[in-house]
């Protein structure tokens, strides 16, 4: 039997805002995730979202500096971090909805070309285009005069053509191993951040009370338009200890929520609706399936 290679690799996502960069990306990755959100970068890349199968691992990317102002932005932005911003990265998609073609875009696919990485040109939204032939001399003179390694017209809002637009990804990505967990989706360092910020918190808060064993997960993480909605769950072992975090007429939690609120937005620089429960989890710290499912792997 001869298995099938497993291809993995980063593919960044640029464009001038309004392209469609975030509707693609929750077109091919099935939900909606964490997209507008941005915080102060520590990475080069941002992770916008995972997608793994049996054959693959993508992981997209964007760089930070893309979503200010148009295609002259974009260039200009190029200009200042061309050696940097897209290192490392398989393969360049560029996100664009129409079918101009000037000296600007010219001067973006030149420095795209520059970071060594094939580039793809996505042309998004051909579902508003009502004379679909009209599309094809376009990309013919662009296919002609510039160098892509391939031009797909695409729409990220109804999903014609994403199924083809992800194959194409697929022959351009290097055979590779898993990077990150088959089940995440997304960048789990702002979930993890958003965990730290209520047990520092909490700390603060208690002191030396804090249950030792107490430990926080995360429901749910929904990023939406304006606001980003977390339900978070505070683990205890005992009923006692969930009484001591809750505190009196539920008060400390109260304040724990709001000051973990207050950072968290900092950070994501967006509005958060921040949910904490507190729940028993019996002896949840000597269990290890329990601790896995808890999302510790060690
Ligand atoms: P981004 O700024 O590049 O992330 O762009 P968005 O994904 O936020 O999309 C900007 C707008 O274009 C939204 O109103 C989308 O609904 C719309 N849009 C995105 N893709 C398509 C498409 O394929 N067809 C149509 N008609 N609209 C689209
Ligand atoms: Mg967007």
Known sequence: MTKKSFKSGFVALIGAPNAGKSTL???????????????PQTTRHRILGIKT???S???YVDTPGMHLGGKRALNKYLNKTADTSLMGVDVIVWVKDD???DAIDISILEKLKNEGAPVVLAINKIDKVADKESLLPFIQKISLEHDFQSIIPISALTGK?????????????PEGELMFPEDQVTDSSE?????????EKLIRRLGQEIPHSLSISIDQYKVEEKITRIHAVIWVERDGQKNIVIGDKGVGLKEVG??????IEKMLESKVYLNLWVKVKKNWSDNERELISLGYRG
């Open 191 to 199: 979930r993890f951040m958003a965990t730290e910020i209520i047990r």
């Open 57 to 59: 691992q993508v992981v």
């Open 25 to 39: 990306l929750n077109n091919i990755l099935g939900q909606k995730i964490s997209i507008t959100s941005r915080r």
């Open 53 to 55: 199968t049996e054959a």
């Open 99 to 101: 079918m101009q073609w």
């Open 161 to 173: 053509q994403l199924g083809e637009f992800e194959q194409l990804l697929l022959t351009l990505l």
């Open 258 to 263: 709001t000051q973990a609120r207050l950072d």
